[in-house]
């Protein structure tokens, strides 16, 4: 099966620095790669998913990257804010048919005023 | 537009007592429906998907067990719970036809056994 190495488990930032997540899969086949935001006892949320057909793809101040050969994609976080602290899931799937999503264990992100 | 239900909210139960707990959703039909677990401070943990009614993965033997007697219904049980049972429990789902909004979550389900 999948296989969903997500790293770091935990980062610290300064306000206004960037923050990058990276993870990694193993099976070649997967072709849809979502990225969850989970504030503490609240729901995972989606926040940005990005489909094998394009490298890149951006939504204000956050962005995923993709690298199908390597089988590794990236969520980025510019100008972080107090706001964006949460933990941050990667997953892997295919992005039709009857399929489940794998997570990585997740990555705690903490964004100092 | 689609909405997930899922109830209750928090739940603290004995060990050894059973276990019911319910996720409906509204404003589609034949979706995914999936149960993940969440231990304190730990990922998602994948239970249970179904792709239609009475169809049921399990991805985790254990003594937990799952049902979908509807097609926007699904019911995560158990007859005996175990302490390690505690954790966050989610349900969620997919339109895989469509296919274009990943995954939705249900609200959670806190479950301390004690």
């Known amino acids: 099966g999948e296989n969903v190495e997500q790293h770091p488990s935990t980062l610290s930032v300064q306000e206004g620095d960037s923050a990058v997540i990276k993870c990694t899969y193993s099976?070649?086949?997967?072709?849809?790669f979502p990225w969850y935001k989970q504030e503490l006892g609240k729901r995972p949320q989606l926040i940005i998913d990005?489909?094998?057909?394009?490298g890149e793809k951006k939504d204000q101040r956050i962005a995923v990257t993709l690298n199908k050969t390597a089988k590794h994609f990236s969520l980025h976080i510019t100008e972080t804010q107090p706001e964006d602290s949460a933990v941050y899931f990667c997953?892997?799937?295919?992005?039709?048919?009857?399929?489940?999503?794998?997570f990585g264990k997740g990555t705690m992100l903490l964004v100092s005023p | 537009s689609q909405t997930i239900h899922q109830w209750p909210a928090t739940l603290v139960q004995p060990v050894g007592s059973p276990l019911s707990l319910e996720c409906t959703v509204e404003?589609?039909?034949?979706?995914?429906l999936y149960w993940y677990r969440q231990a304190a401070g730990r990922g998602l943990q994948l239970l249970f998907y179904?792709?239609?009614?009475?169809?049921i993965s399990s991805e985790v033997p254990q003594n937990l067990s799952a049902s979908r007697p509807q097609d926007r219904q699904f019911i995560l049980s158990s007859k005996k719970l175990l302490l390690s049972d505690s954790g966050f429990y989610l349900c969620?789902?997919?339109?895989?036809?469509?296919?274009?909004?990943?995954?939705?979550f249900g609200s959670g389900t806190r479950l301390t056994v004690v």
């Open positions: 099976d070649s086949a997967s072709n849809y």
């Open positions: 404003g589609t039909s034949n979706p995914n």
């Open positions: 179904s792709v239609g009614i009475g169809q």
């Open positions: 997953a892997v799937g295919l992005a039709s048919g009857y399929s489940t999503l794998t």
């Open positions: 990005i489909r094998s057909n394009v």
């Open positions: 969620a789902w997919y339109d895989p036809v469509r296919a274009y909004y990943g995954y939705t």
